[in-house]
């Protein structure tokens, strides 16, 4: 049996299984928001493969740039659920670019001083499906 969990701020709504969640959480604040954030502006523009799980590649800078990697899966006519995510180093990344596979926010970018006052308030719900 597997549990979603939603996140939420305002009416944003993006959903993570456990794993996802436990791991993303072990990141400093900082550096977990700014992935939520690159997720929260990518999320609806993530290729649909229904029933088979994905891959995408990211970048975040703090004070240097964290590369990662998101395992997801995404049904027609659904959001994605984020499913593991795992960092990378630069090599990976620069081969996801020429695979086409990288977070696209179609040039949405939050500037450092909204993300610095931003403060994800992250509420999770479990359904419990079959």
């Known amino acids: 049996m597997d549990s979603k969990q939603k996140s939420t ?54 004070d240097s740039p964290f590369y990662f990697k998101i395992e997801y899966i995404k049904q027609e006519q659904e959001l994605a659920t984020f499913l593991d995510i795992l960092e990378v180093d630069l090599d990976d990344y620069l081969d996801a670019i020429n695979d086409e596979k990288i977070l696209n926010t179609n040039g949405k970018r939050e500037s450092k001083e909204v993300k610095s006052n931003r403060k994800y308030d992250i509420s999770i719900r479990f359904n419990e499906e079959e």
């Open 9 to 62: 701020e305002g009416n944003v709504v993006m959903y993570f299984n456990e794993w996802f969640i436990e791991k993303i959480t072990q990141y400093p604040k900082d550096l977990m928001s700014d992935i939520l954030s690159e997720l929260h502006l990518s999320q609806k523009n993530l290729p649909e493969l229904n029933g088979f799980n994905q891959v995408v590649f990211g970048v975040v800078e703090i």
